[in-house]
Protein backbone atom coordinates (compact mmCIF):
# COMPACT_ATOMS: atom_id res chain seq x y z
CA UNK A 1 0.00 0.00 0.00
CA UNK A 2 2.64 2.59 0.75
CA UNK A 3 4.98 1.69 -2.67
CA UNK A 4 1.68 2.40 -4.17
CA UNK A 5 1.20 5.73 -2.06
CA UNK A 6 4.71 6.68 -3.07
CA UNK A 7 3.82 5.79 -7.18
CA UNK A 8 0.93 8.17 -7.22
CA UNK A 9 2.83 10.76 -5.57
CA UNK A 10 5.97 10.49 -7.96
CA UNK A 11 3.44 10.56 -11.17
CA UNK A 12 1.61 13.12 -9.90
CA UNK A 13 4.87 15.03 -9.09
CA UNK A 14 5.80 14.32 -12.37
CA UNK A 15 2.50 15.61 -13.98
CA UNK A 16 2.94 18.96 -12.13
CA UNK A 17 6.86 19.17 -13.40
CA UNK A 18 5.66 18.87 -16.20
CA UNK A 19 2.64 21.20 -16.39
CA UNK A 20 4.44 23.59 -14.69
CA UNK A 21 7.96 23.34 -17.65
CA UNK A 22 5.09 23.30 -20.24
CA UNK A 23 3.23 26.53 -18.65
CA UNK A 24 6.11 28.60 -18.49
CA UNK A 25 7.94 27.35 -21.79
CA UNK A 26 4.56 28.42 -23.70
CA UNK A 27 4.55 31.74 -21.26
CA UNK A 28 7.93 32.86 -22.31
CA UNK A 29 7.43 32.25 -25.94
CA UNK A 30 3.89 34.61 -25.52
CA UNK A 31 5.49 37.13 -24.07
CA UNK A 32 8.54 37.44 -26.08
CA UNK A 33 6.36 37.18 -28.95
CA UNK A 34 4.00 40.04 -27.87
CA UNK A 35 6.96 41.90 -26.90
CA UNK A 36 8.40 42.43 -30.92
CA UNK A 37 4.71 42.94 -31.60
CA UNK A 38 5.02 45.90 -29.97
CA UNK A 39 7.88 46.57 -30.51
CA UNK A 40 7.84 46.48 -34.12
CA UNK A 41 3.60 46.47 -34.94
CA UNK A 42 3.68 49.09 -36.98
CA UNK A 43 6.64 47.35 -39.33
CA UNK A 44 4.83 43.90 -39.61
CA UNK A 45 1.11 45.38 -39.82
CA UNK A 46 2.24 47.14 -42.78
CA UNK A 47 3.70 43.98 -44.68
CA UNK A 48 1.09 41.66 -43.51
CA UNK A 49 -1.59 44.58 -44.71
CA UNK A 50 -0.39 43.99 -48.20
CA UNK A 51 -1.56 40.57 -48.14
CA UNK A 52 -5.44 41.17 -46.69
CA UNK A 53 -7.87 41.85 -49.82
CA UNK A 54 -9.35 44.40 -47.93
CA UNK A 55 -9.40 48.46 -47.96
CA UNK A 56 -6.26 49.83 -46.74
CA UNK A 57 -8.12 51.88 -43.88
CA UNK A 58 -9.98 48.64 -43.05
CA UNK A 59 -7.18 46.55 -42.59
CA UNK A 60 -5.70 49.29 -40.09
CA UNK A 61 -8.49 49.59 -38.37
CA UNK A 62 -8.47 45.95 -37.20
CA UNK A 63 -4.68 46.23 -36.69
CA UNK A 64 -5.25 49.79 -34.65
CA UNK A 65 -8.24 47.34 -32.59
CA UNK A 66 -5.85 44.39 -31.86
CA UNK A 67 -2.85 46.73 -30.46
CA UNK A 68 -5.24 48.74 -28.28
CA UNK A 69 -6.45 45.79 -26.92
CA UNK A 70 -3.09 44.50 -26.36
CA UNK A 71 -2.51 47.47 -24.59
CA UNK A 72 -5.27 47.95 -22.65
CA UNK A 73 -4.91 44.23 -21.51
CA UNK A 74 -1.36 44.89 -20.23
CA UNK A 75 -1.89 48.10 -18.30
CA UNK A 76 -4.97 46.06 -17.22
CA UNK A 77 -3.24 43.49 -15.97
CA UNK A 78 -0.47 45.38 -14.08
CA UNK A 79 -3.55 47.68 -12.63
CA UNK A 80 -5.00 44.72 -11.45
CA UNK A 81 -2.06 43.47 -9.88
CA UNK A 82 -1.20 46.32 -8.16
CA UNK A 83 -4.41 46.52 -6.28
CA UNK A 84 -4.46 42.59 -6.04
CA UNK A 85 -1.01 43.33 -4.04
CA UNK A 86 -2.38 45.86 -2.31
CA UNK A 87 -5.38 44.47 -0.86
CA UNK A 88 -3.94 41.04 -0.07
CA UNK A 89 -0.88 43.07 2.24
CA UNK A 90 -4.09 44.66 4.19
CA UNK A 91 -5.64 41.16 4.92
CA UNK A 92 -2.03 40.01 5.82
CA UNK A 93 -1.55 42.59 8.42
CA UNK A 94 -5.07 42.59 9.79
CA UNK A 95 -4.54 38.45 9.89
CA UNK A 96 -1.58 39.17 11.99
CA UNK A 97 0.58 37.43 9.27
CA UNK A 98 4.24 38.48 9.39
CA UNK A 99 5.94 40.08 6.38
CA UNK A 100 3.17 41.13 4.85
CA UNK A 101 4.38 43.80 2.68
CA UNK A 102 6.38 40.56 1.18
CA UNK A 103 3.72 38.49 0.95
CA UNK A 104 1.66 41.39 -0.74
CA UNK A 105 4.39 41.53 -3.54
CA UNK A 106 4.20 37.89 -3.49
CA UNK A 107 0.50 38.58 -4.41
CA UNK A 108 1.21 40.97 -6.89
CA UNK A 109 3.27 38.83 -9.13
CA UNK A 110 0.82 35.96 -8.79
CA UNK A 111 -1.97 37.43 -10.23
CA UNK A 112 0.18 37.09 -13.67
CA UNK A 113 0.04 33.39 -13.17
CA UNK A 114 -3.45 31.71 -14.23
CA UNK A 115 -5.24 29.45 -13.32
CA UNK A 116 -4.52 30.34 -9.81
CA UNK A 117 -4.00 33.96 -9.29
CA UNK A 118 -3.66 35.74 -6.19
CA UNK A 119 -4.91 32.45 -4.57
CA UNK A 120 -1.52 31.07 -5.12
CA UNK A 121 -0.12 33.11 -1.96
CA UNK A 122 -3.26 33.77 0.33
CA UNK A 123 -4.81 29.60 -0.14
CA UNK A 124 -1.50 28.54 1.42
CA UNK A 125 -1.27 31.45 4.04
CA UNK A 126 -5.18 30.56 5.06
CA UNK A 127 -4.16 26.86 5.49
CA UNK A 128 -0.80 27.86 7.38
CA UNK A 129 -3.12 30.53 10.16
CA UNK A 130 -5.02 27.17 10.40
CA UNK A 131 -2.76 24.85 11.77
CA UNK A 132 -0.41 27.29 13.41
CA UNK A 133 -2.67 30.13 14.53
CA UNK A 134 -5.82 31.59 15.12
CA UNK A 135 -8.83 29.70 13.05
CA UNK A 136 -10.63 33.25 13.33
CA UNK A 137 -7.63 34.72 11.47
CA UNK A 138 -8.02 31.89 9.11
CA UNK A 139 -11.61 31.90 8.60
CA UNK A 140 -11.10 36.08 7.90
CA UNK A 141 -8.33 35.82 5.42
CA UNK A 142 -10.29 33.09 3.49
CA UNK A 143 -13.51 35.43 3.35
CA UNK A 144 -10.90 38.20 2.29
CA UNK A 145 -9.51 36.03 -0.08
CA UNK A 146 -12.26 34.64 -1.67
CA UNK A 147 -14.57 38.19 -1.80
CA UNK A 148 -12.02 40.85 -2.03
CA UNK A 149 -8.47 40.12 -3.49
CA UNK A 150 -9.64 37.42 -6.24
CA UNK A 151 -13.14 38.85 -7.03
CA UNK A 152 -11.66 42.21 -8.03
CA UNK A 153 -9.67 40.84 -10.89
CA UNK A 154 -12.92 40.01 -12.26
CA UNK A 155 -14.48 43.56 -11.64
CA UNK A 156 -11.56 46.08 -12.42
CA UNK A 157 -9.88 44.25 -15.19
CA UNK A 158 -13.05 45.11 -17.95
CA UNK A 159 -12.98 48.73 -16.20
CA UNK A 160 -9.27 49.49 -17.25
CA UNK A 161 -9.54 47.70 -20.53
CA UNK A 162 -12.76 49.40 -20.73
CA UNK A 163 -10.59 52.69 -21.32
CA UNK A 164 -8.63 51.70 -24.17
CA UNK A 165 -11.08 49.59 -26.11
CA UNK A 166 -14.43 51.11 -26.53
CA UNK A 167 -16.71 48.04 -26.29
CA UNK A 168 -19.34 47.00 -23.10
CA UNK A 169 -17.66 45.67 -19.80
CA UNK A 170 -20.15 42.98 -20.32
CA UNK A 171 -18.36 41.42 -24.05
CA UNK A 172 -15.09 42.44 -22.01
CA UNK A 173 -15.85 40.27 -19.24
CA UNK A 174 -16.77 37.17 -21.01
CA UNK A 175 -14.22 37.77 -23.43
CA UNK A 176 -11.43 37.48 -21.16
CA UNK A 177 -13.48 34.49 -18.78
CA UNK A 178 -13.52 32.76 -22.18
CA UNK A 179 -10.23 33.12 -23.26
CA UNK A 180 -9.13 32.17 -19.47
CA UNK A 181 -10.99 28.83 -20.06
CA UNK A 182 -10.15 28.19 -23.76
CA UNK A 183 -6.56 29.10 -24.15
CA UNK A 184 -4.93 29.56 -20.15
CA UNK A 185 -2.82 31.97 -19.35
CA UNK A 186 -2.51 33.83 -23.17
CA UNK A 187 -6.18 33.93 -22.92
CA UNK A 188 -5.99 36.84 -21.05
CA UNK A 189 -4.70 38.53 -24.42
CA UNK A 190 -6.64 36.22 -27.20
CA UNK A 191 -10.14 36.65 -25.61
CA UNK A 192 -10.29 40.19 -26.02
CA UNK A 193 -8.22 40.21 -28.92
CA UNK A 194 -10.61 37.56 -30.51
CA UNK A 195 -13.99 39.71 -29.43
CA UNK A 196 -12.69 43.43 -30.95
CA UNK A 197 -11.45 41.48 -34.04
CA UNK A 198 -14.78 40.13 -35.05
CA UNK A 199 -17.14 43.61 -33.66
CA UNK A 200 -13.98 45.62 -35.83
CA UNK A 201 -15.28 43.10 -38.48
CA UNK A 202 -18.80 43.37 -37.74
CA UNK A 203 -18.70 47.31 -37.98
CA UNK A 204 -16.79 47.15 -41.77
CA UNK A 205 -19.03 44.76 -42.93
CA UNK A 206 -21.92 46.86 -41.61
CA UNK A 207 -20.49 50.04 -43.10
CA UNK A 208 -19.00 48.53 -46.52
CA UNK A 209 -21.62 45.72 -47.46
CA UNK A 210 -25.01 46.89 -45.83
CA UNK A 211 -24.94 50.54 -46.40
Known sequence: ??????????????????FALSFIFKSFIFLLTLFFILRDGEKFASFIE?????????????????????LATAYGSVVVGFIQGLLGAIGYAIAGIK?????????????????FGAGAVWVPLVAYLFITQSIKSAIFLLIWGMFIVS????????????????????????SILGGIIAFGFVGIFLGPIIFTTLFSLFVIYERRILK
Do not use: C, W
Open 50 to 70: RFIPMHEEDVREIFGTVYKTV
Open 151 to 174: TVDNIIRPLIMKIGVQMPYIVLFF
Open 1 to 18: MLKGTSQKLFQLSTNLFT
Open 99 to 115: YYPLFGLATFFASFVPP
